[in-house]
């Protein structure tokens, strides 16, 4: 249980276009979402929280009009890069939490690797 | 800023040794502590997890120690095998204001190898 699965896994882009990474929870509810940043051998940085029906919250240094989140059902959160450009280049990921009876345990995806050229 | 760091970015060992994984946070109010394993390439894995009203907790394999006297956070994995070679992060969340979500704070990273 607690699946939580990420498309593409891989995404090559030209600098100036727009991706879009989809973030699913296969078989729970999450009323939560987060999304990451991992540049190589490095932690992963926090980049937004998203609750289910509104807006995301941003974590300081992040634009949020160059990562547009929207996290439209319980089981679905997408992060659109915009205008990507090569210092974009990074793994994505995102991770799900139920919430619900205090279970505030995040569950990661496998990650996204986009590579702007 | 206050950060959750760790003493050792590797650890090789033999297979079948126990690993011992350290970790040292600076946020004396964070409450809720959890390992994950990230294999290359992939999304963290939950390893466990401990709240601050305890200090000691056993998984499989697993035991994580928490010494809040010294704010020292530690992972033990048994008889450590080649699949338990990965990265291994700690993470704290810190309950501010009474609201019911913390933000996971990741650890910097330890390197663990395990050789056959």
């Known amino acids: 249980g607690a699946v939580v699965s990420q498309h593409p896994s891989r995404v090559i882009c030209k600098s100036g276009t727009s991706v879009k990474i989809e973030c699913r929870s296969l078989d729970f509810q999450a009323t939560t979402m987060f999304w990451y940043r991992q540049f190589p051998k490095k932690s992963l940085m926090l980049m937004a929280t998203?609750?289910?029906?509104?807006?995301?919250?941003?974590e300081q240094g992040v634009e949020k009009d160059k990562f547009l989140i929207n996290h439209a059902s319980l089981t679905l959160s997408t992060l659109t890069v915009t205008s990507a450009h090569p210092e974009d280049s990074s793994f994505y990921i995102c991770?799900?939490?139920?919430?619900?009876?205090?279970?505030?345990?995040?569950?990661f995806g496998p990650g996204t690797r986009l590579l702007v050229l | 800023g206050e950060s959750v760091g760790l003493h050792l970015p590797t650890l090789s060992v033999q297979e079948g040794d126990n690993s011992i994984i350290n970790c040292a946070y600076s946020n004396s109010a964070s409450d809720y502590f959890i390992w994950y394993k990230q294999e290359s390439g992939k999304g963290p894995q939950f390893i466990i997890d401990?709240?601050?009203?305890?200090d000691k907790r056993q998984g499989q394999r697993v035991t994580v120690l928490l010494n809040k006297t010294v704010k020292h956070l530690s992972l033990q994995i048994a008889a450590t095998q080649p699949g338990d070679s990965a990265v291994y992060f700690c993470?704290?969340?810190?309950?501010?204001?009474?609201?019911?979500?913390?933000?996971?704070?990741f650890g910097q990273g330890t390197i663990l190898t395990v050789h056959p």
């Open positions: 998203s609750n289910e029906g509104s807006k995301a919250t941003y």
């Open positions: 401990i709240r601050s009203n305890m």
């Open positions: 991770s799900a939490s139920p919430g619900a009876g205090g279970d505030e345990t995040q569950y």
């Open positions: 993470a704290e969340i810190l309950h501010a204001g009474g609201t019911s979500y913390g933000k996971l704070t």
